[in-house]
Structures are given as C-alpha cells and as structure tokens.
C-alpha cells in the first residue's frame, strides 16, 4: 500500500522537475506529512502530531506519549512503572513487509526501551513482543537488564548478541536502522551493522527455541507487520522516524 503510495509521489516529483526548478514538495497521506522526491524516504512522524500512530490494541496514544521539539518522548514522571498509567506501547497504523526503517533515540539513565517489528495487532497479543523481534534500546552503564547478554543495546533482544557495542552513553543520540528485505534482516547502530540473519528459516526457529519467546506460538511468524516504540516505564525520545519500503 505505501509502496504504491510512493511510486505516484515519485512520478509526481519527476513531472515537476521538468517543468520547474528542483524543490522539495510535500504531500499528505493519511495525514503523514512525507516528501515527494525520488528518494522515497517517508517519515513515520510529523514532527508534531501522532497522526499515523495508535496505542497497541486499540485507541489513541496514550497521554503519557509526549510531543516536544520534533520528537516523541515518553514521560514517565506521572508513571507508575511498566506498562501502567497512560502510556502503553504505541504502534505504526500501517503495515511493512520489505523495509528500510531509520531512526534515533536516546534513554534516560537507567532507562530501558525497545523499537518492535512486524508486530501483528490482534485481541490473541497483549503485548506487540509477543509476535515482533526487538532492537534493544537501553542504557548499558545503568539498567541491570544489561547484565544480560542479548538484552544490550542495539542487540536482537534475546535472540543475538550485537557483534560489537557502538552505542552512546545515556542522554545522548543514537541512530538506528532496521532493514528486512525477503526474510533478510539487519540492524544498524550508529554506522555498524551489529546484527545480520536470516529470518522464516530453521535456523531461526532455532534461535526462538533457545529464548524467552519459546511459549510465544505467535512469535518471529509473520511477514508483515507495524512498527512499534515500546513503554517500558522509562524516560525515552524518538526522532527522525523514516521508513522506505524495498
């Protein structure tokens, strides 16, 4: 669906480029407000509405999801831990199958997050990581979830440790990328790529049959699914979410 999206605002750029001097225009779809140039890079987020987004389960973002200077925050100061109050994970309102998706992000000390992946949305889930992999977000100097291996930044949560550290120390920015592409999957952090398999495969059953995600019979199975920031009860920012379908 975004794909096709894509492909008119690409001929619509191409159209105008013959007749006018290059610029960027934008276009609305949605109410995502994206850039129509042939680099086909769409942002995820406006910078000021959660336009495109919805709480995991159903309903609008929760109050606890913030917006302030071009970045989606979570405020944790009025939470009572984990999951509670007026937060909850929060989900992408389309869905990815093959996908270039770019972001950044920064934790408060001691703080503990996570960007979910082809997350399927239905009553059967309670949460999005009971079907999509996680690329940890987390302070490495502070949470005690760190003294886990594969529960550390950038890592495939619970499923593969990141060949090498390249995360930044907590308050600053880290930039992130997650690229499936026909069952292909890398993650980026900060210009290394730390994790790269293959996903759909015996060897990836493998892998789910050795983790947490062992009774999850929903889990690592779909194809296709949104993209989700996850509350785990800890100050985090977002920024710069851009996704390109492949």
Avoid at 52 to 81: P, Q, T
Avoid at 112 to 118: A, K, P
Wanted: one cysteine or more; proline letters at 4%; hydrophobic letters at 40%.
């Amino acid at each position: 669906m975004v794909k096709s999206r894509i492909a008119l605002w690409a001929a619509a750029g191409l159209l105008a480029a013959c007749s006018s001097p290059k610029t960027e225009e934008t276009a609305s779809i949605d109410s995502v407000a994206v850039v129509a140039t042939v680099t086909e890079w769409v942002p995820l987020f406006d910078g000021q509405t959660f336009n495109g987004w919805s709480k995991y389960g159903g309903g609008e973002v929760g109050k606890a999801w913030k917006i302030e200077n071009g970045e989606i925050y979570l405020d944790a100061a009025n939470k009572d831990g984990w999951q509670t109050g007026d937060g909850g994970d929060i989900v992408t309102n389309e869905e990815f199958e093959n996908f270039h998706f770019k972001y950044e992000w920064k934790i408060a000390p001691n703080g503990n997050s996570g960007v979910i992946f082809l997350v399927h949305e239905s009553p059967e889930y309670q949460y999005p990581w009971q079907t999509g992999p996680e690329m940890q977000v987390l302070d490495n100097n502070g949470h005690p979830d760190a003294k886990i291996i594969s529960h550390r930044a950038g890592d495939l949560y619970d499923l593969i440790v990141s060949s090498e550290e390249t995360v930044k120390p907590a308050g600053e920015w880290n930039q992130a990328e997650i690229i499936v592409n026909q069952g292909k999957l890398d993650l980026v952090l900060n210009g290394v790529t730390i994790v790269s398999t293959q996903l759909f495969t015996p060897e990836w059953e493998a892998l789910i049959a050795k983790s947490k995600f062992k009774d999850m019979p929903g889990f690592g199975k779909y194809k296709k699914g949104k993209i989700a920031l996850q509350d785990h009860g800890d100050v985090v920012h977002y920024r710069n979410l851009m996704i390109k379908p492949l």
